[in-house]
Each structure stands twice: as C-alpha cells, then as structure tokens.
C-alpha cells in the first residue's frame, strides 16, 4: 500500500488519540468510587435486610402484646365479675361460695401469670425497637456515605466523558483528514495487536513492540520509497518514519 508521508505521520496523530481514549477507558473503570460503591451496596443491602427482619420482629411482638393484653383484661374482668357476685351476697349456698371462692383464686393465679407473659413480650418488643433504632441510624449513615461516593464517582466519570468526547471529536478530524484504505488497514492491524496500529520508527527501533530492526529490515526500510507504507516484520504494525528514524 501506498500512503503520501504526510498522511503516514497523521495516523501516528490518530494513534496517539486512540492510546488517550484507551487510558481514559481504563481510568474511568479504574475509579477507586466504583470499589468502593461495591463495598457501600453490599454493606447497605445486608442492613437493610437486618431492619427489615428487626421490623417485623417487633410488629409481631407488638400483635403478642396486644393479644397478651386483652387475655389479662379478660381474666381481670372475670375476676371483678365474680368478686361483685361474692360480695354482694347473692350467693348464699356454701357450696357456690366455695366454687366462686375457688375459681376467683384460680383468676388471680391465671391473671399473674398472662401479666407476666405481657412483660417477658414487652421485654422482647423493647428490644426490637431498639434493634430497630440501631439498624435504621447504620441505614442512614450507610446511605450518607453511598450518596457521597456516588457523587464522587459522577463527577469523576463526568470529567473523563468530558475529555472522551473532546478527544473523540479531534480523532473524527484527523481521521478525516488521513486516506480511508490506510485508516482501514490501520484499525485492522490495531485490533490485532493491543490496540496500536502506527507506531513511529525511533533511531532503527519500533516504539510499537520496542524492538530494534536488523541489518535487513534497516535496508529494506531504506530502500523503500517514501510513500510505501512500512510494516515492522516482527510485530505487523505499519512504522512511519520521520527525520528521527534514523535511517
């Protein structure tokens, strides 16, 4: 292939483009906010599932409460029942006083015990709520520190997006500006060998794979015509010569 020599040093414009586009990838995916947002989400989701579970714990000790409650009101009633027929004198068999007698014993033993089943519930709902105190400030404070990164991160991304279309947009011209066959066979190379297609043919070395020409590369390169387009024979990729080839 031939390329005008002009056209061959503007690939290694476009080359060095496409080296800043591929550094900004790797620093945009490299951000220490992308670890560290991983981290915070992990972190977060475990908590929340931790309130979630402290939450319904203690509104399920807060329906055995009420049940607990309404059995001791029960039980209390009855009692006050039972004592309003014992003291007002209605019950005037022996037999009956000692049965209601009995049975108002049996209530307050029967109220003591629910009252004591309302406490251990209270106890637990008390601790639930503080589970749940606790869990919502770690929620809010996981949050605090998610939302920061996250803005961390946006802006870090915003300024790389910035400089990608910026870079991008100077690319297009050079692009343009270079013939379409050698852009072609430019990218074909580029594809194949870690993303440099041109490299500059520095004092008898190429700066793609870093390797010095020998004799017979030396000479067919300087027997080459300056438009011809120069393939380095050890790593494939086109070398442009300038005034420092020194060739």
């Given amino acids: 292939m031939n390329a005008e020599p002009a056209d061959q040093i503007r690939l290694l414009d476009v080359q060095a483009l496409d080296t800043r586009l591929s550094q900004l990838a790797h620093k945009r995916k490299s951000l220490p906010e992308h670890a560290e947002l991983d981290s915070l989400t ?124 910026a870079v991008s947009k100077d690319r297009e011209i050079v692009v343009g500006s270079v013939p379409a066959d050698l852009i072609a066979l430019y990218e074909k190379i580029r594809a194949k060998q870690a993303g440099i297609g041109a490299a500059k043919l520095y004092q008898k070395r190429c700066l793609g794979c870093q390797l010095e020409l020998d004799l017979s590369e030396i000479n067919e390169v300087k027997s080459a015509a300056a438009n011809t387009v120069v393939r380095h024979e050890n790593c494939g990729r086109i070398l442009v010569r300038t005034a420092d080839s020194g060739i």
Avoid: F, H, W, Y
Wanted: aromatic share 0%; no cysteine.
């Fill in 42 to 165: 992990k972190d977060l989701t475990q908590q929340r599932d931790l309130l979630v579970a402290a939450q319904t714990e203690e509104s399920d000790t807060a329906r055995e409460q009420t049940k607990a409650e309404q059995d001791v009101d029960q039980v209390r009633q009855r009692a006050a029942r039972d004592q309003q027929r014992l003291d007002s004198g209605a019950v005037t068999s022996p037999k009956d006083l000692e049965n209601l007698q009995r049975e108002i014993v049996s209530l307050a033993k029967r109220q003591g015990d629910l009252e004591d089943v309302v406490l251990e519930v209270m106890e637990r709902r008390e601790s639930a709520q503080e589970r749940v105190t606790e869990l919502t400030d770690r929620v809010a404070a996981l949050q605090s520190k998610t939302d920061d990164a996250t803005a961390r991160r946006n802006a870090a991304t915003g300024g790389i997006d910035a400089e990608v279309a």
